[in-house]
């Protein structure tokens, strides 16, 4: 709980943290109780009064609320208020990293934690790079070319930015003993996969301190590794412990303590908490860098700085039309991202959710643009569809029991399979002997599901049921008010009647924001198109808010509340 011990002696010295002006006496004393039971536990029962060591009172509602309250307490001595994350896009040139400065100066009345991702495409020129280094031969490993685009992009942006190149020369210079490496072992492991990419990140984030730097604005670099981003050992798709909270906490109150500046931190990026070796977080993984400071500080807002004007209705790479969302729940935004729309990261929103803090989507390159904020509630009397997504290239399985009706345990049995080889599924449909469901091609996205894995699971599925592979399917994901469902189908299988399209399975879960319809691959854009046109643009939301207003007088709610006058 060194977080709170950090807090304990702020409170004592200062004038300013003992009077922290977002946090109550109430909730100082919750993080003083934090102090007083290390860890965070009580070890008396929880609402008890205790003793903290300044000698007040203190009542422990809970382990969490007293470790965010203690975060939240010591945050507001040290001043941090809002996270602020640009992704690739955002950092991609020297311009940009101007702009970005530009940007993050504007808002002098903020005191900001920045998360940075790798230059513009630098990730995934690391990894061909890496790929190309495993077959290339060590001789050849020099000239691979996307380390010489690496190369060139670092020291041209340096250059620019009038910086000196000793910023990342040491890097380069390692990045390239690292190819020659894996050149020489004729292999890439995840775990040094994860070591290739974080270069990106350990870069961007040297140059852009150094520039804020220049400019006046004292900054300060830090890899998130060296922090303590604590994670699970799952190379390529590590998850964030809980022991990071406390630790990150700890380590950038303290030096804004001892000397402020504002932390620039390396997204993506973390140690695994057996190997101590860097891994990474999943594609797209600094949103959840952010996130988890949002919540290890107790932040007032989260910022992802993107480049489009927010969460659009649609990936705007299909549908050109697509327009911003302007609210949405976590729980939408986690479905969402879960289901395929690459603006934000699967897991990013979890932390943003138990801190509850918003997190807001913005576009870099339109600053004007309101984005999208995600909150814990909004309100969804008027809300119908909200997004659509698309995940393709998804494997199905039609399993039908072999055994006579009513058998019990036969689900168990399916899902047991599943959990003995690792795969997890995505969306499933069940009859009184049957079974359709999806798979996840991978945890998320790094493991691709290969033939070998697939005809194990039909093989042993296979013991207990007649088993349809079906492959090269897509989910397309109807993310709205699910209570009103009946509307939400009704237009889409008429729009996808008309288009000559057939369903392959539906699922609607139970987190009430999201319908699920298969399609084959080949249909699954076309369809999607389709559907945005007429959910989006032909006036069909409005059209449904004007028959509300006709047939009650008012909107109504799904579950028959009536809303207004
Ligand atoms: N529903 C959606 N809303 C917004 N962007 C989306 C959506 N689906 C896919 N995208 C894509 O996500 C991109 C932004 O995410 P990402 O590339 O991770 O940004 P960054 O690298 O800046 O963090 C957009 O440029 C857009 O092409
Ligand atoms: N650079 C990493 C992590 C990341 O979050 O990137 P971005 O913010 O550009 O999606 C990636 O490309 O996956």
């Not at 060591?53 to 203690?70: F, I, P, R, T, W």
């Not at 050849?140 to 250059?159: G, N």
């Not at 949405?328 to 943003?352: D, K, N």
């Not at 945890?443 to 691709?448: A, I």
Request: some cysteine; proline content about 4%; glycine content about 8%.
């Amino acid at each position: 709980m060194a977080v709170a011990l950090r807090f304990a002696a702020v409170a004592r010295d200062s004038p300013a943290a003992a009077a922290p002006p977002r946090v109550g006496r109430e909730q100082q004393y919750l993080a003083c109780a934090a102090v007083a039971r290390p860890g965070g536990r009580c070890s008396r029962r929880r609402g008890l009064v205790v003793r903290c060591q300044s000698g007040a009172a203190a009542v422990v509602l809970n382990k969490d609320d007293a470790a965010s309250v203690a975060a939240a307490a010591a945050s507001s001595a040290t001043g941090f208020t809002v996270a602020m994350k640009f992704g690739g896009s955002s950092v991609a040139s020297a311009e940009r990293m101007r702009e970005v400065a530009d940007l993050i100066l504007s808002f002098p009345e903020e005191t900001p934690v920045v998360v940075l991702s790798a230059m513009g495409k630098t990730t995934n020129n690391l990894l061909l790079a890496g790929e190309k280094a495993v077959s290339c031969g060590a001789p050849k490993a020099s000239e691979i070319p996307e380390l010489a685009v690496i190369k060139e992009l670092h020291v041209r942006t340096i250059d620019e930015l009038g910086l000196d190149r000793s910023i990342v020369s040491g890097l380069l210079e390692e990045l390239e003993q690292l190819l020659k490496g894996v050149a020489m072992m004729k292999e890439l492991t995840p775990r040094t996969r994860d070591y290739l990419v974080s270069f990106g990140e350990c870069m961007s984030t040297r140059i852009f301190a150094a520039y804020l730097n220049k400019l006046g604005k004292k900054a300060r670099q830090y890899d998130a590794f060296d922090i303590g981003f604590i994670t699970t050992d799952d190379f390529t798709n590590a998850d964030i412990l809980e022991a990071t909270y406390p630790a990150v906490a700890k380590r950038l109150q303290g030096d804004w303590i001892d000397d402020p500046a504002i932390p620039i931190v390396t997204g993506f990026l973390g140690k695994g908490w057996k190997s101590c070796a860097v891994t990474t977080l999943g594609r797209g993984g600094s949103d959840l860098t952010a996130t988890t400071i949002g919540k290890a500080l107790g932040l007032r807002e989260i910022q992802v700085w993107k480049d489009v004007d927010g969460v659009l209705t649609c990936d705007p790479n299909i549908c050109a039309n697509a327009i911003p969302v302007p609210y949405l729940t976590f729980e939408e935004a986690a479905e969402l991202a879960y289901f395929g729309a690459q603006v934000l990261h699967p897991q990013s929103m979890r932390p943003a959710k138990e801190g509850d803090i918003p997190v807001r989507v913005k576009n870099s390159y339109n600053r004007r643009a309101p984005g999208t904020v995600i909150t814990k509630t909004r309100d969804l009397s008027k809300s119908i569809l909200t997004s659509i997504v698309l995940k393709s290239n998804i494997t199905m399985l039609d399993i039908v029991s072999t055994r006579m009706l009513g058998q019990y345990g036969f689900l168990a049995k399916v899902f047991s399979i599943f959990e003995d080889l690792g795969i997890s599924v995505d969306c499933v449909a069940t009859s009184e002997v049957s079974i359709s469901l999806t798979l996840d091609p991978s945890k998320l996205w790094c493991r691709e599901l290969i033939q070998q894995e697939l005809d194990h699971v039909v093989e042993e599925l296979e013991k207990i049921a007649v088993v349809h592979l079906l492959q090269h399917r897509s989910i397309i994901s109807l993310i709205g008010n699910v209570q009103r469902s009946s509307l939400i189908l009704e237009k889409a299988f008429n729009v996808l009647r008309r288009n000559g399209v057939n369903v392959q399975m539906i699922s609607q879960g139970a987190s009430k924001v999201n319908i699920s319809l298969v399609v084959h691959d080949s249909e699954a854009k076309q369809c999607i198109q389709a559907l945005h046109s007429a959910f989006f643009e032909n006036g069909f939301l409005s059209e449904v808010e004007e028959e509300d207003l006709q047939h009650n007088g008012s909107p109504v709610s799904p579950n028959g509340v009536i809303y207004g006058n």
